[in-house]
T-cell receptor, first 112, second 114 residues
Framework: DQQVKQNSPSLSVQEGRISILNCDYTNSMFDYFLWYKKYPAEGPTFLISISSIKDKNEDGRFTVFLNKSAKHLSLHIVPSQPGDSAVYFCAASSIGNTPLVFGKGTRLSVIA | DGGITQSPKYLFRKEGQNVTLSCEQNLNHDAMYWYRQDPGQGLRLIYYSQIVNDFQKGDIAEGYSVSREKKESFPLTVTSAQKNPTAFYLC?????????????FGAGTRLSVL
């Protein structure tokens, strides 16, 4: 029973264009959402997060949007760069000291 | 230079052997976690600990054991009962959050069976 779903295993985007990575969740108790970026044979690195009291959070080229009614969040990368090519994981947690629940990841390829 | 150190980077296990993966953090984080990554499976939680001398099972704890004798250290033992141990193992840590739970990860250990 997947509580966090990333339905697109892979995505290819041209350099300079927008990358949109999507994530859906089923647990209405989730109130904090994160995106991680992972290169092969390395640990994931934290990218950006959003609390359920917001619907948008920006950090440079990265913006995360949250639609609570649809239980959907998305990560926008503008403009996309070849160095953005990696696997992106969506994660969620609920109130309190609960571990993060991760999606299966989306592999982004930015083509020069 | 604060961070999470996992060792070794590569590890090989023989049939019937227990192996231990090391995870040390100097971030003064209270909580530590172990995940397993398989191709196409994302990150699955094995065990986590929020305080010294206490730990909880995650989704796939069978065949694994942990200890938390020190705040800085959370070693994972892959026992002979784990029949499919080949995977990439990731350790993470975080502060006990009030509202945010950002986990920081080590570089991982790749375990293979001989």
């Amino acid at each position: 029973d997947q509580q966090v779903k990333q339905n697109s295993p892979s995505l290819s985007v041209q350099e300079g264009r927008i990358s949109i990575l999507n994530c859906d969740y089923t647990n209405s108790m989730f109130d904090y959402f994160l995106w991680y970026k992972k290169y092969p044979a390395e640990g994931p690195t934290f990218l950006i997060s959003i609390s359920s009291i917001k619907d948008k959070n920006e950090d440079g080229r990265f913006t995360v949007f949250l639609n609570k009614s649809a239980k959907h969040l998305s990560l926008h990368i503008v403009p996309s760069q070849p160095g953005d090519s990696a696997v992106y994981f969506c994660a969620a947690s609920s109130i309190g000291n609960t571990p993060l629940v991760f999606g299966k990841g989306t592999r982004l390829s930015v083509i020069a | 230079d604060g961070g999470i150190t996992q060792s070794p980077k590569y590890l090989f296990r023989k049939e019937g052997q227990n192996v231990t993966l090391s995870c040390e953090q100097n971030l003064n984080h209270d909580a530590m976690y172990w995940y397993r990554q398989d191709p196409g499976q994302g990150l699955r939680l094995i065990y986590y600990s929020q305080i010294v001398n206490d730990f909880q099972k995650g989704d796939i704890a069978e065949g694994y054991s942990v200890s938390r004798e020190k705040k800085e250290s959370f070693p994972l033992t892959v026992t002979s009962a784990q029949k499919n141990p080949t995977a990439f193992y990731l350790c993470a840590s975080s502060r006990i959050p009030r509202a945010k739970n950002i986990q920081y990860f080590g570089a991982g250990t790749r375990l293979s069976v001989l």
